[in-house]
């Protein structure tokens, strides 16, 4: 599981997964969602984030979703096939269990729920199409 491709990618999906995070949630999403929480102080003011869980847990989701992409990918690996599977992993996340959060807690709103299914589809397909590129510029090819 550990080849260099697969190195390579987490790392790049980990910064992105830190940074894109804090972009597309903490910049654009926050502005988004106003409005649309249902429970007050549910997320961290930005001097109360935990920067230790939070650089551990994107390296943990940087490290298993390239490697996920590694077995998807199936040595067809690229830019359009890496975003596919982004999308994909960000529907499954943002819409299914949005909807089941949805359903069995009192966080957002229905339209919250669906606008953080988009911010998911974004992020999750940025992070495909960066481990597309990386593992088609640096895996063997397959004859």
Do not use: C
């Not at 390296?59 to 690229?78: A, D, E, H, M």
């Amino acid at each position: 599981m550990l080849s260099k491709s697969n190195l390579i990618s987490a790392l790049v999906t980990a910064a992105w997964a830190y940074f894109g995070g804090w972009l597309l949630w903490g910049m654009v999403g926050d502005q988004m969602m106003d409005g649309h929480m249902l429970t007050e102080g549910l997320m961290r003011a930005d001097d109360q984030i935990d920067m230790v869980h939070l650089i551990i847990g994107s390296l943990v989701v940087g490290f298993f979703f390239s490697g996920i992409y590694r077995k998807y990918g199936q040595s067809n690996y690229g830019a359009s096939s890496g975003f596919l599977y982004g999308v994909l992993i960000g529907l499954l996340i943002g819409l299914g269990e949005g909807l089941v959060n949805y359903a069995v807690m009192n966080m957002t709103d229905i339209t919250g729920v669906f606008i953080n299914a988009v911010i998911y589809m974004v992020f999750y397909g940025i992070m495909g199409l960066l481990a597309g590129l990386i593992y088609q510029k640096t895996a063997p090819k397959v004859a």
